[in-house]
Each structure stands twice: as structure tokens, then as C-alpha cells.
């Protein structure tokens, strides 16, 4: 089981930047991929980004060049660095962990982003 608590998210205006932490605890794997999906209301989850285990890294085209996903390995904490937010950034930011041997995959409690004037 790995157990997965956010922090961050929250109320920002147009151009603005928010930071979202997802740390995880419990079994972590050494082979894993961990990040962030947002849903918001009346749309299907998506993918934002993602890290691999061995560093690499997969963005959703619409945000590339304005988020930034890293890592603390000692920590087990992942970071979301969003800056230049739009409006359609808004939703519920969920981070993910998944086992790529397993193929279990976890989920954190979820956290608000609303990008709004």
C-alpha cells in the first residue's frame, strides 16, 4: 500500500502561479511513475505530468513550458510548479502513484485549483 497526502492548490488569479506537494509513504517501489491528473466539473480525468522513476518526464501539451514537475527522492515528495495559470487550468489536481511492476496504482485525496479573476 502506498498512502499519498497533497498540499497546496487554491484560489489564483489569471497569470498567477500556484505549488502543489504530494509526499508518499509505505511501500514505494523502485520502479514507479508518480504525478498529477485533474478533473474538472463535467470533463474526464486527464493526465497533466508525470515523472518515471528513472527521471523522466511527460507533460500534457497544454500546459508544457508552463508547469514543472520534481522531485525530492529522499523525501518521497513530488512537486507541481504552475506558473502562467489559465482559467482551463481549473479542477481538482489528484496525484497518483503507480507501481510499474505491479500495475497498482494509488491516488492522493485531491486538491482545488480555481484560476479566476
Known amino acids: 500500500q502506498v498512502q499519498l497526502v497533497e498540499s497546496g492548490g487554491g484560489l489564483v488569479q489569471p497569470g498567477g502561479s500556484l505549488r502543489l506537494s504530494c509526499a508518499a509513504s509505505?511501500?514505494?517501489?523502485?520502479?514507479?511513475?508518480m504525478g498529477w491528473y485533474r478533473q474538472a466539473p463535467g470533463n474526464e480525468r486527464e493526465l497533466v505530468v508525470r515523472?518515471?522513476?528513472?527521471?523522466?518526464?511527460n507533460y500534457a501539451d497544454s500546459v508544457k513550458g508552463r508547469f514543472t514537475i520534481s522531485r525530492d527522492s529522499a523525501k518521497n515528495t513530488v512537486y507541481l510548479q504552475m506558473n502562467s495559470l489559465k482559467p482551463d487550468d481549473t479542477g481538482v489536481y489528484y496525484c497518483y502513484f503507480r507501481n510499474l511492476a505491479s500495475r497498482a496504482q494509488y491516488w492522493g485525496q485531491g486538491t482545488q485549483v480555481t484560476v479566476s479573476s
Open positions: 509505505g511501500s514505494i517501489s523502485s520502479l514507479y511513475a
Open positions: 515523472i518515471i522513476s528513472g527521471g523522466s518526464t
